[in-house]
């Protein structure tokens, strides 16, 4: 676990992630066969990052469940699956710190998917993710100065969720997963062109319809 030390260090000169949030307002698209069993979420051994806002376990565990149970309950597959999600380590960017070092938040991960039919991991070693906080007019100068400590948790969890779809979304396409992309529902067809006024006039006069009931 010492090994998180230097990883959450480097996040200082990260780029910020995309907005968990805001993604989900869009439509939803389909993950193959995937629907969600269970997702469980733990932090044995949490590490927290240099300067720092504290957060414990309990506190990170209650979010992440929430931002994954919100994005992946949406999925209406017909196969389950399950997520085991291991929160790795954090930092809060706090407030007072100098400009000059760019405060940032994040969050680190591990993932595994199961395959409840089968009983095995998709996944033999389980995928590190890391999220950033999102860019936005709040966070130009760390949300450590604009956001309380529960936005910045809930703004990190919904971000990790998001890229946890995205791995995968991409591991469906490499590798085959949710019964690979051919699993995806067809896209819906355009709709039909509309009948002109004159024409639907005309098609439902009593003498087209007194010949068709000839």
């Not at 033999?124 to 100065?145: D, H, K, R």
């Amino acid at each position: 676990m010492p090994r998180l030390i230097p990883a959450l260090g480097l996040v200082l000169g990260l780029a910020a992630c995309a907005n968990g949030q805001t993604n989900l307002q869009k439509p939803v698209e389909p993950l193959g066969n995937f629907k969600l069993g269970h997702a469980a979420v733990v932090a044995p051994n949490i590490v927290k990052g240099p300067v720092s806002r504290e957060a414990s376990a309990e506190e990170w565990i209650a979010e992440v469940d929430k931002a994954l149970e919100e994005r992946f309950r949406r999925q209406a597959g017909d196969k389950y699956y399950h997520l085991g999600v291991s929160i790795e380590g954090y930092v809060l960017a706090q407030p007072g710190i100098p400009l000059v070092f760019s405060p940032k938040s994040a969050l680190i991960v591990r993932v595994t998917v199961w395959d409840d039919a089968a009983g095995k991991k998709l996944n033999a070693e389980p995928e590190q993710i890391t999220a950033l906080e999102s860019f936005s007019a709040e966070t130009v100068v760390g949300s450590g100065v604009t956001q309380s400590k529960a936005e910045q948790m809930r703004n990190l969890s919904a971000n990790v969720a998001l890229q946890i779809e995205k791995w995968m979304r991409r591991m469906q396409k490499e590798e085959g997963w949710f019964g690979g992309l051919e699993a995806n529902p067809p896209a819906a067809p355009e709709a039909a062109r509309e009948t002109p006024a004159g024409d639907a006039a005309e098609d439902s006069s009593p003498e087209v319809e007194a010949e068709d009931a000839a």
